[in-house]
């Protein structure tokens, strides 16, 4: 079984710039989530999709931040415009409904903000 | 409330020991209380989880007390390994809702050889 694949593995840019990450999840797995990980913290939940519905985005800046998992498979977050305290590790994970307790989580995009 | 506190920060223990880390919450809500642990560069991984029905759970020389009066739960590695040095994350959801996990702050293992 194929893990949760996510792209690119490292970015730098410099502040007030765009960035997107891109998750696929595991075949089959209906809930999809985007953590944030600042270094020395465990992750915080930014968003939560069941299918391609939100269901959690209460910790999402929604000011910059924001995200879409079209067709309830593949999902992009985007940080528009970036600031230096978003420099950290991006990690999504999907599980296999939302009453399915084991998060697989992918190895996480580390973006450093200049 | 809806904090799970985790310590120690960081704990050195040697090849063969016992490495405990402990948690604490506040919900009352929570029931589901798993354990992740993370190598560098890599996402967290599953490692145990326990629901309030039990007080204990072992898998292999991982074991999970809980402590449902207190609100604490911990983790305890038996015979810890030079392969167990990462960082441990407790964490916490609810069945209600949307199981939204709620991790600690983590804890960095180093297992001397």
């Known amino acids: 079984e194929a893990g949760v694949a996510q792209s690119p593995r490292y970015k730098i840019i410099e502040k007030r710039q765009s960035v997107a990450f891109w998750c696929n999840p595991i075949s089959g797995h209906a809930t999809l989530y985007w953590y944030q990980q600042i270094l020395g913290q465990g992750p915080k939940l930014l968003i939560q999709?069941?299918?391609?519905?939100?269901?959690?985005d209460s910790q999402l800046p929604k000011d910059r931040f924001s995200a879409e998992r079209l067709k309830g498979v593949d999902s992009t977050l985007k940080i528009q415009p970036a600031k230096l305290e978003d420099s950290a590790v991006y990690l999504c994970?999907?599980?296999?409904?939302?009453?399915?307790?084991?998060?697989?989580f992918g190895p996480g995009t580390r973006l450093t903000v200049l | 409330q809806q904090q799970v506190k985790q310590s120690p920060q960081s704990l050195i223990v040697q090849k063969g020991g016992i490495s405990i880390i402990n948690c604490a919450y506040e919900n009352t809500a929570f029931d589901y209380f798993p354990w992740y642990q993370q190598f560098p560069g890599k996402g967290p991984a599953l490692l145990i989880a326990?629901?309030?029905?039990?007080s204990e759970k072992k898998e292999g020389r991982f074991t999970i007390s809980f402590n449902k009066s207190a609100k604490q739960f911990s983790l305890h590695i038996m015979d810890s390994q030079p392969g167990d040095s990462a960082t441990y994350f407790c964490a916490a959801s609810s069945d209600t809702g949307f199981q939204k996990l709620v991790f600690g702050t983590g804890t960095r293992l180093l297992v001397s050889p």
């Open positions: 326990i629901r309030p029905d039990v």
């Open positions: 999709f069941q299918n391609n519905g939100v269901v959690d």
């Open positions: 994970a999907s599980s296999l409904d939302r009453g399915g307790n084991e998060q697989f």
